[in-house]
C-alpha cells in the first residue's frame, strides 16, 4: 500500500531518530555544564531524569502531533541579559500591578517593581529544592535543568492581595546560527484563605529572530484560597514555546486559569493539575490559533483526588490557513473521589482548506457515583450566519471576524481586567489580518 514504510526503512527511520536525539542531548548537556548544574540540587534532579526519560523515540504516541526534527536538530546558545527599558516601555500592559521582569531567564531588577506588596519574592539559591512534577515530561525537566534564577512567590496565609502580580518574560532573538534558548521557572507558595491574581506574559524582542522559550510555573494553592491565572504567550511567528504549569490545589479552593497562546511556530503547553481536598473548584481554560503552518499542541492533565470536587474545562482552537490545532485531555478520578462533577470540552474551527485539527479528550474513572463529560466539536464557519451578516451590508472580512470573535468570546469576555482583554482582542485580530 503507498505510504506505507518497509521494515528496512522504519529501522533506518528509527536510527536517524536515535542519532539525532543522541546528539540534541549532548548539546543540551553542554548548555547544563555552563550553568553550572552540578552545583544545583534541583537542576541536578532534573538533568538525570533528562538523561533517564530521553527524548521521545521514532513514533512516540504522546509526541506523534508534536514535529521535533526542526527543535532536536538546531544549536542553542543561552544569551545573558539586555536592556530592555524601551521595550518594557512600549510593550509591558499599563495597569495598577506589582511587575516581575525577566529577560532571558533572567531576574531584572531595574524593570521590576521596588517594592512587591504582600507578595515574598526571592531567588531561590542552589540547594533550594522545588516540588516534584505532577505529570513529568522531557521538556519539563529540560527548563528545570537550564532555568537561570528560580523565583520563589509567597503568599502568606490570610492576605488578599491589593493589586495582580504581573510577570512579563522577554526573550531575545538571535540573528545568527545560534538559537537563543531562555527558560523561566517560578513557584508560587499560596497560603490558606488568600485571594491573589497572577498573570503570566511571553513576548519576543523582535518579530524578526527566532529563539526557544522554556517555561515552568508551579503552584501550591492552600486551603480555601481564591486564586486566579492567565497565561498571555504572545511571541513572534518564527519562535517556539514549550511550557509546563502545574497546580496543586488544597480543601474549598477557588481557582481558575486561562491560557491564550497567540503565537509561535511551534508551541506545547500543558497544564497539570491535582486537587487534593474536598469541595475544590477549578477552571482550566485556553485559547489557540495557528495560522500559516504553525503547530499548538495545548495538554491538559487533572487528578480528581478527593471528594465533592467540580473541575470545567472548555479549550478552543482556531486553525487559519495550513495552521495545525492539537489538544489532548486526560481526567483521571480516584477510587476515593467519590461525587466528582467534571467536565472537559474542546471546540474547535477550521478556516481554510489546510487547517488541522487533531483532538483527543480522555477520562479515566474509578470511583462510583461521579458526574463526568467530555466531548469535542470540529467545524467551519457557519454559511448561515456568514449569509445573514453580509445581507446586513457587513463585508465579507468583516463578517467572518465577527463569528470568529464570537467563537473565542466565551473566554475573551471572561477576562475581567478592560487592559487585558483589550490586548487579548487585539492580539486576535492582529492575526487574522490575512483572514
Not at 475544590?280 to 491538559?300: C, F, H, Q, W
Request: net charge negative; glycine share 6%.
Amino acid at each position: 500500500m503507498a505510504g506505507l514504510l518497509t521494515l528496512n526503512e522504519k529501522r533506518e527511520k528509527q536510527e536517524q531518530v536515535e542519532k539525532r536525539n543522541q546528539q540534541a542531548l549532548e548539546m543540551f548537556s553542554s548548555l547544563y555544564q555552563q550553568r553550572k548544574g552540578d552545583n544545583n540540587l534541583n537542576a541536578r534532579h532534573h538533568w538525570q531524569q533528562v538523561e533517564k526519560v530521553g527524548f521521545p523515540v521514532y513514533r512516540h504516541e504522546d509526541w506523534h502531533y508534536t514535529p521535533l526534527e526542526e527543535t532536536l536538530s538546531q544549536h542553542y546558545q543561552q544569551l545573558a541579559a539586555f536592556d530592555v527599558q524601551d521595550l518594557v516601555e512600549q510593550q509591558a500592559l499599563a495597569f495598577d500591578c506589582y511587575r516581575i521582569v525577566m529577560v532571558n531567564g533572567t531576574f531584572s531588577p531595574s524593570e521590576s517593581s521596588k517594592d512587591f506588596g504582600p507578595y515574598q519574592v526571592t531567588l531561590l539559591d542552589n540547594q533550594s529544592e522545588l516540588p516534584e512534577a505532577i505529570n513529568g515530561e522531557i521538556f519539563l525537566h529540560l527548563v528545570e535543568s537550564l532555568a537561570p534564577q528560580p523565583l520563589l512567590i509567597s503568599l502568606k496565609k490570610g492576605t488578599i492581595a491589593d493589586k495582580p502580580l504581573y510577570i512579563l518574560n522577554i526573550t531575545q532573538g538571535n540573528e545568527g546560527s545560534e538559537v537563543n534558548s531562555a527558560n523561566y521557572r517560578f513557584h508560587l507558595d499560596i497560603g490558606a484563605n488568600t485571594q491573589m491574581q497572577v498573570i503570566e506574559h511571553y513576548i519576543s524582542n523582535n518579530n524578526q529572530n527566532r529563539h526557544f522559550t522554556g517555561a515552568r510555573l508551579t503552584a501550591n494553592i492552600g486551603d480555601n484560597a481564591s486564586f486566579k491565572h492567565i497565561k498571555l504567550s504572545f511571541e513572534n511567528e518564527i519562535s517556539q514555546h514549550f511550557a509546563h504549569n502545574d497546580m496543586m490545589i488544597g480543601r474549598d479552593a477557588r481557582v481558575h486559569s486561562y491560557a491564550f497562546l497567540l503565537g509561535g511556530k511551534l508551541s506545547r503547553h500543558h497544564t497539570s493539575s491535582a486537587l487534593k481536598g474536598e469541595n475544590t473548584e477549578l477552571s482550566m481554560n485556553s485559547v489557540v490559533l495557528p495560522k500559516a503552518g504553525e503547530i499548538a499542541d495545548t495538554r491538559t492533565w487533572l487528578e480528581h483526588g478527593e471528594a465533592n470536587c467540580q473541575s470545567r474545562q472548555l479549550h478552543k482552537s482556531i486553525a487559519m490557513d495550513a495552521g495545525k490545532a492539537v489538544f489532548n485531555g486526560m481526567i483521571t478520578v480516584m477510587p476515593n473521589a467519590l461525587k466528582t462533577d467534571g467536565q472537559m470540552t474542546n471546540n474547535n474551527l477550521l478556516l481554510g482548506e489546510k487547517a488541522q485539527i487533531d483532538t483527543k479528550p480522555q477520562l479515566e474513572i474509578y470511583a462510583d457515583d461521579v458526574k463526568c463529560s467530555h466531548g469535542a466539536t470540529v467545524g467551519c464557519i457557519d454559511e448561515e450566519q456568514l449569509f445573514y451578516l453580509r445581507s446586513r451590508g457587513i463585508p465579507l472580512n468583516a463578517a467572518r471576524k465577527m463569528i470568529i470573535h464570537a467563537f473565542a468570546a466565551e473566554l475573551t469576555e471572561s477576562i475581567e481586567n478592560s487592559v487585558i482583554r483589550k490586548h487579548v482582542l487585539d492580539r486576535i485580530n492582529q492575526r487574522l489580518l490575512e483572514v
